[in-house]
């Protein structure tokens, strides 16, 4: 659904009356177009201390194309900046965080639209040290901070690097570029952790699933049919999966990108056999399943029945333990290979909850459960395990809100507006990597930097 406000504010003569009056005018966000440059200006790139993961970041955006400067306390930019990238690794005493101000204020300042700025710093719990550790924790504040101030659809975002990770430029890359580029535009203020993984290396950024086979299910509409456009777009043969009756919305999108679609009810007893059997099709096995299928039932707690409870729960959450056990099983023909990706849809109402949508709640944290807790049991397969939670995003589901709730929603974010199926499926994507093998048991929300939640 479109954001009549923001398109009126942002055009003709609403643009100009906003300016007159002082409305607020959400910013039109830079999203991702193919042959697009990763930024839009040079990337100011600083250290506070001795961190080697400044170097390794600069590297690896000269190697993208941009034009990198050196940030410091000193600096003067005669350009706008695409990005502001900061390592602060090397900070363990408070007044580490007074450097990192003075060098960070002048870049800031120098942001241009859309600009991204990336502070890259030391995981607090491989810490010993007390002062060490809070100091690395007092980015995330930080982070978060500059995030709500930012204006022109700016954005924020925090690496936590474990030491053993820092200066790998494999493991490195994937997230610089991801967070570094549009494909993150509706994605600030979040902490995300990289540890140390062997990275299968990438031939070509723009197609990092080539020859892969990827299963989406949900795929008939909306943010599901996005995630299959992403994933098409960047190589990947996609099976879109959703329930029968949606067939023929379903077989428009997997003609569109050139993919499969697969009828089925993701609930039934034999959905993981069945999803197995159309990827060996294709593959001996599957490299990324993305659990994005779910419903919702909403009611006030004290009025939902057990039907509206038990549909939802088994939907968004029971489906894809039955799923994952029969594609984990290395007998599986079909199945998920060692080194593929697990990635699920989860949402802010499993985060900061939501009026009566305790069910949906329920299942949503659940899958924040699940993707951490399986993260670790499938480590020693290479399999990485991530969730996306998405906020408000402008969809057929979130059309049939009320308009004033609707509106109140889509401004509870530092961006001002609500997200596009897309930014989902870019998020998604970034997770499916061959290059984010050193991310895992991951929460990205995809929200604007929504208020609402943590």
Request: overall charge neutral; proline content about 4%; charged content about 20%.
């Amino acid at each position: 659904m479109a954001d009549g406000y923001s398109n009126f504010v942002n055009n003709g003569f609403g643009k100009k009356l906003a300016k007159q009056i002082g409305l607020p005018q959400p910013p039109v966000l830079r999203r991702y177009e193919v042959g697009q440059d990763l930024l839009d200006g040079p990337a100011a790139v600083g250290t506070v201390g001795s961190g080697v993961v400044g170097s390794t970041a600069a590297a690896i955006l000269r190697g993208s194309g941009a034009d990198v400067v050196d940030a410091t306390a000193e600096a003067t930019y005669s350009d706008k900046l695409g990005a502001f990238v900061i390592d602060v690794t090397a900070a363990t005493k408070l007044s580490d965080l007074e450097t990192f101000r003075e060098i960070a204020i002048p870049a800031v300042k120098a942001l241009g639209r859309s600009a991204r700025v990336i502070v890259m710093a030391t995981t607090p719990s491989a810490l010993d040290d007390v002062e060490a550790a809070a100091t690395a924790q007092a980015f995330e504040g930080i982070t978060r901070s500059i995030g709500k101030e930012l204006r022109a659809g700016g954005s924020a975002n925090l690496f936590w690097i474990d030491p053993d990770a820092q200066g790998d430029a494999a493991v490195l890359e994937a997230p610089l570029r991801f967070f570094g580029s549009s494909r993150s535009a509706y994605v600030s203020g979040q902490p995300i952790r990289i540890r140390k993984h062997a990275v299968t290396e990438v031939a070509d950024w723009h197609q990092p699933f080539a020859g892969q086979v990827a299963v989406i299910t949900g795929a008939a509409r909306g943010i599901g049919a996005q995630i299959a456009r992403v994933f098409a777009r960047a190589g990947a043969h996609v099976i879109a999966v959703d329930i029968p009756a949606a067939g023929d919305a379903l077989s428009k999108v997997a003609n569109e990108i050139g993919g499969t679609s697969l009828g089925l009810d993701i609930t039934s007893p034999d959905a993981g056999a069945k999803i197995a059997e159309a990827v060996a099709r294709h593959a001996d096995k599957l490299d990324v399943i993305v659990h994005n299928a779910g419903i919702t039932r909403d009611k006030l707690f004290v009025n939902t029945d057990e039907a509206r409870w038990n549909s939802v729960v088994d939907v968004n959450l029971g489906a894809q333990f039955r799923i994952n056990e029969v594609l984990l099983d290395p007998a599986t023909k079909g199945g998920l290979k060692d080194g593929g990706r697990i990635v699920s849809v989860a949402s802010t109402s499993g985060i900061g909850g939501n009026r009566g949508q305790a069910n949906y709640a329920a299942s949503k944290a659940g899958v924040i459960g699940m993707v951490r807790e399986l993260s670790e049991k499938l480590a020693d397969r290479d399999i990485t395990v991530n969730a996306v939670a998405p906020g408000f995003i402008e969809t057929d589901m979130t059309s049939k809100i009320p308009m004033a709730t609707r509106e109140v929603v889509r401004r509870l974010n530092s961006m001002m507006q609500g997200g596009n199926p897309i930014d989902v499926g870019e998020a998604i994507a970034f997770f499916a990597e061959p290059g984010s093998a050193g991310v895992t048991g991951q929460v990205l929300r995809v929200c604007g930097q929504s208020q609402i939640g943590a």
